[in-house]
T-cell receptor
Framework: GAVVSQHPSWVICKSGTSVKIECRSL??????MFWYRQFPKQSLMLMAT?????????EQGVEKDKFLINHASLTLSTLTVTSAHPEDSSFYIC????????????FGPGTRLLVL | AQSVTQLDSHVSVSEGTPVLLRCNYS??????LFWYVQHPNKGLQLLLK??????LVKGINGFEAEFKKSETSFHLTKPSAHMSDAAEYFC??????????FGTGTRLKVLA
């Protein structure tokens, strides 16, 4: 199957700092990438959808200025959590899809963010 | 509107016995359906997908699912559970181009 990588897998930062998470599709062109947040023992919550070369579409209630998403190429999307606070601590997962994978979502391994 | 319901939040089975994880969907057109597995602190791994071809879909690790349009179901089965199958399972349905709806998940516990 198609492979999606995510980096870093773990990050601990101080409150007020910014954190960037990268999501890469390694063997296919990802025209669309998704960013999810997952709370313990819950399903995934979609934060935003990004298409290559255009602005991300954010879900209701997700702050655009806090969670900056860039999808600059067909293999890379980044999520930047700006001025992180303890309530931003969570498990963030990206996924990617495209025509070459018949619109199937392939997920990254996730990033655990802990804000102190 | 499209929706998906996973009927059991928790399922426990003994090792070596069959697994049944239930998923019902609602859709105004012929959707694509997926099952994913998530182990603790990991991303989601695709088990199998239905995209309007054969109604019985075989996936990885011995899992399979049958698409039943009349019952609007897409239940996941495995003949014999293994300890390594213990994980969270998500049923996902498409709701348009590059739009997906997730079920709330079923936690499978496998007893020795």
């Amino acid at each position: 199957g198609a492979v999606v990588s995510q980096h870093p897998s773990w990050v601990i930062c101080k409150s007020g700092t910014s954190v960037k998470i990268e999501c890469r599709s390694l063997d296919f062109q990802a025209t669309t990438m998704f960013w999810y947040r997952q709370f313990p023992k819950q399903s995934l919550m979609l934060m935003a959808t990004s298409n290559e070369g255009s602005k991300a579409t954010y879900e209701q209630g997700v702050e655009k200025d806090k969670f900056l998403i860039n999808h600059a190429s067909l293999t890379l999307s980044t999520l930047t959590v700006t001025s992180a606070h303890p309530e931003d601590s969570s498990f963030y997962i990206c996924s990617a899809t495209g025509r070459t994978v018949q619109e199937t979502q392939y997920f990254g391994p996730g990033t655990r963010l802990l804000v102190l | 509107a499209q929706s998906v319901t996973q009927l059991d939040s928790h399922v426990s089975v003994s090792e070596g016995t069959p697994v049944l994880l239930r998923c019902n969907y609602s859709s105004s057109y012929s959707p694509s359906l997926f099952w994913y597995v998530q182990h603790p602190n990991k991303g989601l791994q695709l088990l199998l997908k239905y995209t309007s071809a054969a109604t019985l879909v075989k996936g990885i690790n011995g899992f399979e699912a049958e698409f039943k349009k009349s019952e609007t179901s897409f239940h996941l089965t495995k003949p014999s559970a293994h300890m390594s199958d213990a994980a969270e399972y998500f049923c996902v349905v498409t709701a348009g181009t590059y739009k997906y709806i997730f079920g709330t998940g079923t936690r499978l516990k496998v007893l020795a």
